[in-house]
């Protein structure tokens, strides 16, 4: 209830103010109402329950003091207040530091940007929280290799113009890094067009073997000139 304050008149006994019953009535029932306004009557509470994301501020209540949790600032927050309101300022995150296999960025600060470009066939996507690096050999128009490529086992299909410098191994069994081991390579005989006497005839009657890569027959054949 109200305060109900006692009427004392403009001057002692001036016939203005309360009677002395009327007074102390007044008196009683404001004594009244303050014992009626006890510690468990006096409470506060926090708007929305705590949990991961919310926490109250306040505490507890002992006889006529409220307690409430104070805010303390952490890593890279600040405080600052007036009569009014207090502010929370957050700098962020303060440096990123950036380093490659060859070369580092720049420290990145709260408002930096870091940018990943790709180059030499390489495209970089980003979408979100993911950064997609796609380095598909197909995306590279002039594709190089830095040392040895092992197709493990595995066909290389679709070839079109092969230019080779070094061959090693077999093809189709044979070991063409090495002349000498094609061997059984028959010319044949030659067969004359024109026989003018009977020592050519009976020469041409006989095979001419020129031998092999690997064994060459020592004959000397001169077959004239090409027109």
Do not use: H
Not at 65 to 94: E, M, R
Not at 116 to 139: E, N, P, Q, Y
Not at 193 to 211: C, H, I, R, Y
């Amino acid at each position: 209830m109200a305060v109900s304050s006692v009427n004392i008149g403009n001057i002692a006994n001036d016939g203005t103010g309360d009677d002395l019953r009327e007074a102390f009535i007044k008196v009683n029932n404001n004594f009244a109402d303050l014992d009626a306004r006890n510690p468990e009557k006096t409470t506060a509470s926090n708007l929305l329950p705590d949990d991961a994301n919310t926490k109250g501020l306040f505490s507890t209540v002992t006889d006529f003091d409220l307690k409430f949790k104070s805010l303390k600032a952490g890593t890279n927050v600040s405080f600052s207040s007036d009569a009014n309101q207090i502010t929370i300022t957050s700098s962020g995150i303060v440096s990123i530091q950036v380093t490659t296999d060859a070369g580092s960025l720049t420290p990145i600060g709260s408002t930096g940007l870091a940018r990943f470009l790709g180059a030499g066939g390489v495209l970089t996507t980003g979408g979100g929280t993911d950064v997609t690096i796609d380095s598909r050999l197909s995306r590279e128009t002039s594709p190089s290799l830095g040392g040895t490529l092992d197709a493990a086992a595995n066909n290389i299909n679709n070839v079109g113009t092969l230019t080779v410098q070094n061959v090693d191994g077999l093809v189709k069994g044979i070991d063409v890094g090495n002349i000498d081991s094609v061997v059984g390579f028959d010319m044949g005989g030659i067969v004359p067009t024109a026989v003018s006497n009977l020592m050519q005839w009976f020469e041409s009657l006989k095979p001419l073997d020129m031998g092999t890569p690997a064994s060459p027959n020592a004959t000397n054949i001169d077959l004239g000139t090409l027109a």
